[in-house]
């Protein structure tokens, strides 16, 4: 069974203050993507990353960047100065990269809402 | 801009009525997906088409009936509706699978929010 864990419920943050969203995994995937998705108040889930099981190399775009550590199942998320503009709740997710049926099947944390007041 | 778009945006309806919802997205993915959320919730997956054909259901009822006509349409139809079902209602599509392996990540559309009272 898969399972995404978003510790955090709700976070608030002082504008242009760094923060970070905490995602922890399990899996007995052997191979397995990691996603996570932005959903502001309008409703729509905005894709921001997908890291593959077998690239531990963190990445980073723009304000933005990803610690994946595979030794402690976590993929945590870091904003950096952050913006009202981030107001959103953020949600982890979680998929087998072979999923069959042509399909994913995403496990989706519980999400955490953060704000970011000016 | 999402290029998933989902039509209508907002729906009220009666537990008597039947309607639909209708996705479309023009990215030439194989897979599309309904979701259901409700507030403060992560997405539910409710259904999944692949390549046209129905690949998972998990145990939605029945007054659900999902649709897909051509590989770029998704929609669901809705019929004698419950207030608990009311909640935003989310497509979304990927490229599917190439060897088995999956391929690419969803994309979601904005979603439709359903009110039935």
């Known amino acids: 069974a898969q399972k995404v864990t978003q510790a955090q419920t709700e976070i608030s943050v002082v504008e242009k203050e760094d923060v970070t969203l905490d995602c922890v995994y399990e899996?007995?995937?052997?191979?397995?993507?990691l996603f996570w998705y932005k959903q502001p108040p309008s409703g729509e889930l905005v894709f921001l990353i997908r890291r593959n099981s077998f690239d531990e190399q963190n990445e980073i775009s723009g304000r933005y960047s990803w610690n994946f550590q595979k030794s402690t199942s976590s993929f945590n998320f870091t904003i950096t100065a952050s913006q009202v503009v981030d107001s959103a709740v953020y949600f982890c997710a979680l998929s087998a990269a072979y999923s069959g049926a042509g399909s994913y099947q995403l496990t989706f944390g519980k999400g955490t809402k953060l704000s970011v007041i000016p | 801009d999402t290029e998933v778009t989902q039509t209508p945006k907002h729906l009220v309806m009666g537990m008597t009525n039947k309607k639909s919802l209708k996705c479309e997205q023009h990215m030439g993915h194989r897979a599309m997906y309904w979701y259901k959320q409700k507030a403060k919730k992560p997405p539910e997956l409710m259904f999944v088409y692949s390549y046209e054909k129905l690949s998972i259901n998990e145990s939605v009822p029945s007054r659900f009936s999902p649709e897909c006509p051509n590989s770029s349409l998704l929609n669901l139809h809705l019929h004698a509706l419950q207030p608990e079902d009311s909640a935003l209602y989310l497509c979304?599509?990927?490229?599917?699978?190439?060897?088995?392996?999956?391929?690419?990540?969803?994309?979601f559309g904005e979603g439709s929010r359903l009110t039935v009272l």
């Open positions: 899996t007995r995937d052997t191979t397995y993507y």
């Open positions: 979304a599509s990927s490229r599917g699978t190439s060897g088995g392996r999956n391929t690419g990540e969803l994309f």
